[in-house]
């Protein structure tokens, strides 16, 4: 890709800079004190595709759908390294903030939350575009 073609696929969006920012303050919070059978292992990992979503939204100019597909893909690919025991691999196995980050465990549930995680935040992005005004979202980059 050419460089020029490069630097136009960046942006700079401070609305979702901010929600990305917040969503990974809960997922930190999740991680360090949520010791459950549902929020930490199914809606952590929901909120997880949601955040890097955001991220990718923040400093791209991604439209939702391939933003949504691209944190779908860096979900799966964590699984994947999950899979293939990863941290094991790179000899990070008692690294306890890589094993938050990385996950430790395969799960084929995990991947129908990142799914889930994906759809939500497009169909969060299309109710969001339904209601904004032109200059609310020139406002707040969103």
Request: net charge positive; charged share 20%.
């Amino acid at each position: 890709m050419a460089p020029r073609r490069r630097l136009a696929m960046l942006s700079w969006r401070p609305g979702y800079a901010l929600a990305a920012l917040f969503l990974l303050l809960v997922e930190v919070a999740i991680a360090l004190w949520v010791r459950d059978n549902f929020v930490r292992p199914y809606l952590g990992d929901v909120l997880a595709v949601i955040l890097v979503y955001l991220a990718l939204r923040a400093v791209t100019t991604l439209r939702p759908v391939p933003a949504a597909l691209a944190a779908l893909a860096v979900g799966v690919v964590v699984e994947i390294g999950q899979a293939i025991d990863l941290l094991g691999l790179l000899n990070l196995s008692d690294n306890r903030v890589a094993r938050i980050v990385l996950g430790s465990s395969f799960g084929v549930g995990d991947l129908f939350c990142y799914a889930a995680g994906a759809a939500i935040a497009v169909l969060a992005e299309q109710a969001r575009k339904r209601t904004a005004t032109p200059q609310r979202e020139k406002k707040h980059g969103f």
